[in-house]
């Protein structure tokens, strides 16, 4: 079976600064996606990032990259120069396709001033 | 382009009542979903549609029946509330099953008394 783990349920940063979110999965499939969604308290989910699990290359999109090791099975979200928007509910999602989509139980992330 | 709606935004219904929970896309997505997001468990899927015409249990899916009306509406019909469906029902759509990203309504908030 299929499982996402985020072992952290809050985390804390300053703006400016930079936070590591994590994710660990186990899936027994070779080709499978990867993805980080935030859900702002405005409760609507949207898309962060997205990872291929055949493309060594970690995803980048602006202020937000991931740091996908596949031997390890972990997908983690690396969000540079927080910003006060950037506090949310973070949630890592599994896709193989074949497979039922997993989600993980979330991070909540906090930002200071 | 609206993306994706649901209707209602909040209900609250009696022990044994039912329901339909609507939800629409108007991106020509193939594949729709349905999830319901309680307190520290995260997104937990509840049933998909890969297709129009097909439908598959996801990981919590007793109590719930769907149909999906065309390519635009999948409907979640609770048949006989009961206070443990108390919870927030998300809708999503995707352009097809695998690996692509979901776009997700603003959600449902049930309240089964």
């Known amino acids: 079976a299929q499982t996402v783990t985020q072992s952290q349920p809050e985390m804390s940063v300053q703006e400016a600064e930079t936070v590591t979110l994590s994710c660990t999965y186990d899936?027994?499939?070779?080709?499978?996606?990867l993805f980080w969604y935030k859900q702002p308290p405005s409760r609507q989910m949207i898309l962060v990032i997205r990872?291929?699990?055949?493309?060594?290359q970690n995803a980048t999109e602006n202020r937000f990259s991931v740091n996908f090791q596949k031997a390890a099975k972990s997908f983690s979200l690396k969000i540079s120069d927080s910003q006060l928007g950037d506090a949310a509910m973070y949630f890592c999602?599994?896709?193989?396709?074949?497979?039922?989509?997993?989600f993980g139980t979330g991070t909540r992330l906090l930002v200071s001033p | 382009n609206a993306g994706v709606t649901q209707t209602p935004k909040f209900q609250v219904l009696k022990t044994g009542q039912s329901m339909t929970l609507q939800c629409a896309q108007d991106?020509?997505?193939?594949?729709m979903y349905w999830y319901r997001q309680d307190p520290g468990m995260g997104l937990r899927l509840i049933y998909y549609?890969?297709?129009?015409?097909?439908?598959d249990k996801g990981e919590v899916p007793n109590g719930y029946n769907v149909s999906r009306l065309n390519k635009r509406e999948f409907s979640l019909r609770l048949e006989s509330a009961a206070p443990s469906q108390t919870s927030v029902y998300f809708c999503?759509?995707?352009?097809?099953?695998?690996?692509?990203?979901?776009?997700f309504g603003p959600g449902t908030r049930l309240t089964v008394t």
């Open positions: 999503a759509s995707s352009l097809d099953r695998a690996g692509y990203e979901q776009y």
């Open positions: 899936t027994s499939e070779s080709d499978y996606y």
């Open positions: 990872q291929e699990a055949y493309k060594q």
């Open positions: 999602d599994s896709d193989t396709g074949f497979q039922k989509l997993v």
């Open positions: 991106m020509n997505h193939n594949s």
């Open positions: 549609s890969a297709s129009e015409g097909t439908t």
